[in-house]
C-alpha cells in the first residue's frame, strides 16, 4: 500500500487527479470506478482544468459509478447522477453512453443491482476504482456489519451516514433511506485503488481502516487485503497514522 500525505485539501486534491490522469494517459480506454461526496470534487476539478488545457482526453475513457440514492432521479440535484454531471462528465469530452450511474428509480432494485453487476463484468471489469470515506469507515454505501461477499445491492443507510448527508439537503427528512451500491466485492475485484481523505474529522476512520483489525464494523479496512491500494490524504486526516 502506498500512502501520500499533503499538506492541504488543495494538495491532496492534485495529487489524486495525478494519478487518476496517469492512468487515463496510459490506459485510455480505461474503466475507471467514480465516487461522490465532498473529498474527490476538488480531483474533478482538477482533472477538468487539466482538460481545458488539452492534456488530457477521456474519448475513450468508461466510467462506473459506485452508488446512487434509491428513489432520487437522475435529475434531482442531490442524486449522484446530477453530482457527476456538474462536477466532471458535463466540463470533459467523456461521451454519455459511456458514464454509468446505477438508475436510482428502478421498479425492481433486485434486478437493477443484477443488470449493474453484468455492466461491470461486460467493460472487463474496473482499472482504477476511486473511493471516499464516511466517518463510520464506510465505502460507498457499504455500511459496518454489511456482508463483504456482497456485489451490488440495496442497503438502508444508517443514522450516521443520514447526518453526515443531511448537510446536502434542506431538510433531514428529505435524504433518502436507501441506496443503491456497489459491493465490497465489486470494489476488491477493481484492479486498483485510490483512495482519498480530508479533514480531522476523518482521522480516527483513517487509522480504525489502516491500522485496526480487518472487521465488517470499519468496511473500508478490508482494503487491507488488496493487492494495490494507494490512499492520498491531507496532513489532518492521516495524523493518527
Ligand atoms: C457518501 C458516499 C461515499 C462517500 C462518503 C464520504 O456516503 N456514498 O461514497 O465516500 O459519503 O463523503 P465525503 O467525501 O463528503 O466525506
Not at 212 to 223: C, E, F, K, N
Request: contains cysteine; charged residues 25%; hydrophobic residues 40%.
Amino acid at each position: 500500500m502506498r500512502v501520500y500525505c499533503a499538506e492541504n485539501y488543495e494538495a491532496m486534491s492534485r495529487r489524486a487527479a495525478n494519478i487518476i490522469s496517469a492512468q487515463v494517459i496510459t490506459k485510455p480506454d480505461s474503466v475507471l470506478g467514480l465516487a461522490t461526496g465532498g473529498t474527490p470534487v476538488g480531483a474533478y476539478r482538477q482533472l477538468v482544468e487539466w482538460y481545458k488545457k488539452g492534456d488530457l482526453s477521456f474519448a475513450e475513457i468508461r466510467s462506473v459509478n459506485l452508488d446512487e440514492y434509491y428513489g432520487l432521479s437522475p435529475w434531482h440535484e442531490q442524486s449522484y447522477r446530477y453530482f457527476m454531471q456538474s462536477n466532471l462528465f458535463d466540463h470533459i469530452d467523456i461521451r454519455p453512453e459511456n458514464t454509468h450511474v446505477l438508475n436510482g428509480l428502478a421498479d425492481n432494485a433486485q434486478r437493477e443491482c443484477e443488470r449493474y453487476n453484468q455492466l461491470i463484468h461486460d467493460l472487463g471489469g474496473i482499472d482504477l476504482q476511486l473511493l471516499g470515506m464516511g466517518h463510520n469507515g464506510h465505502i460507498a454505501f457499504n455500511e459496518p456489519g454489511d456482508d463483504f461477499g456482497l456485489e451490488t445491492h440495496l442497503v438502508t443507510l444508517t443514522d450516521r451516514t443520514i447526518d453526515a448527508n443531511t448537510r446536502f439537503f434542506e431538510r433531514r427528512e428529505d435524504v433518502p433511506r436507501q441506496a443503491l451500491t456497489m459491493g465490497i466485492k465489486n470494489i476488491m475485484r477493481a484492479r486498483r485503488i485510490l483512495m482519498v481523505v480530508s479533514g480531522a474529522d476523518k482521522a480516527e476512520a483513517v487509522y480504525q481502516a489502516f491500522c485496526g483489525r480487518v472487521t465488517r464494523d470499519v468496511p473500508a479496512s478490508v482494503l487491507q487485503l488488496h493487492p494495490d491500494v494507494t490512499l492520498v490524504g491531507d496532513r489532518d486526516a492521516l495524523s493518527k497514522l
